[in-house]
């Protein structure tokens, strides 16, 4: 049995350089390469499914470490759970001779596998691994993002290519007051709407 117990290690500039806990096998794919996604079969536990959830004699410890570059920019996180490895790397821009430009994320690197973030004219991100793309208005207030792209030759009742995304409204002071889904269901588009009188700006 593995104690659910958590320890936390900083250095002397107080930033976190490694921590342990416990996780369960089913929640490391190891044909996906990073802790956290979701997958049916993992190759380190053999050729079938994953434990269930809820098997709790298949929970395991791990350790991450992190690791910063010399301006305290975070450069890698390495997971570790016994004889299950993951890292990934965090690239900033660079001069010609190697130095750093600045410190804004240019992308991860897991595996064989990059992830490039990008931004506009006035630093906002528009693309990270997980989001295709991110529209901002011109107060720099979140607007759109996008989750799932698909082709329209592929969905031709749809009438156009249908994607999943999320649209915000924010009010004059700022703060967002509604979230509308826009999804495909049945190869119809379909939308549904969140009204919030309570700021949402943490939660995309």
Sequence with gaps: MVTAHRSYVYDALDRLVEATGREHTSTFDATAGWPGSV??????????????????????????????????????????????????TYRYETQADGSLFHNQLQGTTVGATDYDHTYDAHGNTTSLSHLLDMGWDPFDQLQSVQTVSRSQATYPSAGHAPAHDWFYVHDGAGQRVRKVKATLVEYEAARSSIRASISLSNHL
């Design 39 to 88: 997958g049916q079969r993992s190759s380190p536990y053999g050729a079938g499914p994953v434990a269930h959830k809820a098997d709790g004699s298949a929970l395991r410890a791990y350790t991450q470490k992190y690791t910063y570059d010399d301006v305290g920019n975070f450069t890698e996180l390495r997971h570790e759970a016994g004889a299950v490895i993951s890292v990934r």
